[in-house]
Antibody, heavy 123, light 106 residues
Framework: EVQLLESGGGSVQPGESLTLSCATS????????LSWVRRAPGKGLEWVSS?????????YYADSVKGRFTVSRDTSKNTLYLQMDALTADDTAVYYC???????????????WGQGTQVTVSS | SYGVTQPLSVSVAQGQTATITCGGD??????VHWYQQKPGQAPVVVIY???FRPSGVPERFSGSNSGNTATLTITRAQLGDEADYYC?????????FGGGTKLTVL
C-alpha cells in the first residue's frame, strides 16, 4: 500500500524558514514523480512544486514560491522535502504531498495524497 | 498563464444529477483531473484524464471534456457526495487548479 506521511509543519514568524518532509513507502521511490500542493484557509488548492522521478529528477515551482522554496529528495530515506525560506503570511496553509502515477509529471494526476501538515506564518 | 474557472457552488437534491463545470481556453486539448475534498480530509482523485474513474470511485461519477469546458457529472447524488470539487490541468510544467466548487446535496 502506498503511503505518504508529511511532517515538519508548525508556527513560524514572517521571514523565517521551515522544512517539510514527506516520508513514503509502498512503491519504488525514484520511479515516480512527487508534488507538493497546499490549501490556504478559506481558499482552494494551489500547486506548489514537483519533483520528477528518475535519476536526475527535474524540479518545478509555482511562481508564488520560486526563489524561496526548494524541493529535494533523499533516495536512501524515500523522503521528499520542501525547504521554505522567507515565509510570509500568504504561505499559511495545509501542505500536502502527493504521488504521480508515472515518472514524469507530464499530464498526470495526484494520487494518492498524504494527510497534510499545517504551516502557520504569523507575527 | 493558463487559468481555469469553476462555479463557486452547486446545489443538487438527493437522487438528482449534479454537474460541475471547469472552463478554460481550449481545455478540451488538455487532460483534466477532478478531485474531491471533504472537510478535514486530504483530496482524492475521482476522475483522471477527462473521463477515467479510479477503482473504488462509484460509477455515479463521470467526466467529459470538449471545447472550452470540462464537466464532472454526479448522478443519483447522495449526502456523502457533499464536498469541495477541484479540476486540475497542467500548463506545460505548471500545475493549475480551478478555484473549487462546493457541492451541497439538499
Amino acid at each position: 500500500e502506498v503511503q505518504l506521511l508529511e511532517s515538519g509543519g508548525g508556527s513560524v514568524q514572517p521571514g523565517e524558514s521551515l522544512t517539510l518532509s514527506c516520508a513514503t513507502s509502498g512503491f519504488t521511490f525514484t520511479s515516480y514523480a512527487l508534488s507538493w500542493v497546499r490549501r490556504a484557509p478559506g481558499k482552494g488548492l494551489e500547486w506548489v512544486s514537483s519533483f520528477n522521478g528518475g535519476r536526475e529528477g527535474r524540479t518545478y515551482y509555482a511562481d508564488s514560491v520560486k526563489g524561496r522554496f526548494t524541493v529535494s529528495r533523499d533516495t536512501s530515506k524515500n523522503t521528499l522535502y520542501l525547504q521554505m525560506d522567507a515565509l510570509t503570511a500568504d504561505d499559511t496553509a495545509v501542505y500536502y504531498c502527493a504521488k504521480h502515477p508515472q515518472q514524469l509529471i507530464g499530464t498526470s494526476w495526484f494520487d494518492p495524497w498524504g494527510q497534510g501538515t499545517q504551516v502557520t506564518v504569523s507575527s | 498563464s493558463y487559468g481555469v474557472t469553476q462555479p463557486l457552488s452547486v446545489s443538487v437534491a438527493q437522487g438528482q444529477t449534479a454537474t460541475i463545470t471547469c472552463g478554460g481556453d481550449n481545455i478540451g486539448g488538455l487532460h483534466v483531473h477532478w478531485y474531491q475534498q471533504k472537510p478535514g480530509q486530504a483530496p482524492v482523485v475521482v476522475i483522471y484524464s477527462d473521463r477515467f474513474r479510479p477503482s473504488g470511485v462509484p460509477e455515479r461519477f463521470s467526466g467529459s471534456n470538449s471545447g472550452n469546458t470540462a464537466t464532472l457529472t454526479i448522478t443519483r447524488a447522495q449526502l456523502g457526495d457533499e464536498a469541495d470539487y477541484y479540476c486540475q490541468v497542467w500548463d506545460t510544467t505548471t500545475g493549475v487548479f480551478g478555484g473549487g466548487t462546493k457541492l451541497t446535496v439538499l
